[in-house]
């Protein structure tokens, strides 16, 4: 199998955030021959205006839509605020969607994961997230990862919780598989 490249989009821009805790644990599941590398610059970009996305888009957004075309693979984490994602992810995923037809999101495999500190897990977050990515061209997994109770799960930036771990690492198993049969394809 050659390189996969995941690239992983934390929807928390929060210190010291559990989504951004239990993103950093993806890399340490990964298949021989996968590497993953966290976006950490969602909130330098403008709110999407069609006005501003020209040949010549603003620097930031440019920075993204280069960041997703290298990828072969994404994994996006989400929070749930008021019952969905939240702005600056729905921001972002707004951006990398253009041009229709042709983003970079176009085709892309997307493994979702989503966290809460109620049981849920951010249940109505990941659905639309899910619902998002397909309007926006990418395709994510069937399955997904909704970790309730993560400040449970997680002690001190590290999983603890043997069922998400499991769980996580059965994900993005299946996305980098996934990204190989695409890439055969």
């Given at each position: 199998m050659t390189s996969v490249n995941i690239l992983t989009l934390v929807g928390s821009l929060r210190s010291g955030s559990l989504t951004a805790a239990l993103a950093a644990t993806v890399p340490s599941m990964l298949p021989s021959g996968a590497t993953a590398t966290t976006y950490d610059a969602l909130a330098e970009l403008p709110h999407y205006?069609?006005?501003?996305?020209?040949?010549a888009p603003p620097a930031s957004v440019a920075r993204l839509r280069e960041a997703l075309t290298r990828a072969d693979a994404l994994v996006v984490a989400t929070p749930e605020y008021n019952g969905s994602i939240p702005g600056v992810l729905k921001n972002a995923l707004d951006w990398a969607s253009r041009p229709r037809g042709a983003s970079?999101?176009?085709?892309?495999?997307?493994?979702?994961?989503?966290v809460s500190p109620s049981p849920r897990g951010a249940q109505w977050a990941r659905e639309d997230l899910v619902k998002v990515l397909r309007v926006a061209g990418a395709r994510p997994l069937d399955d997904s990862v909704g970790v309730g109770s993560v400040g449970e799960a997680l002690a001190g930036g590290r999983l603890v919780d043997d069922e998400v771990e499991?769980?996580?690492?059965?994900?993005?198993?299946?996305?980098?598989?996934?990204?190989?049969?695409?890439?055969a394809a």
């Open positions: 205006d069609a006005d501003l996305d020209t040949d970079p999101l176009d085709g892309k495999p997307v493994a979702v994961v989503s499991a769980a996580l690492r059965s994900l993005v198993d299946a996305l980098v598989a996934t990204t190989g049969r695409f890439a």
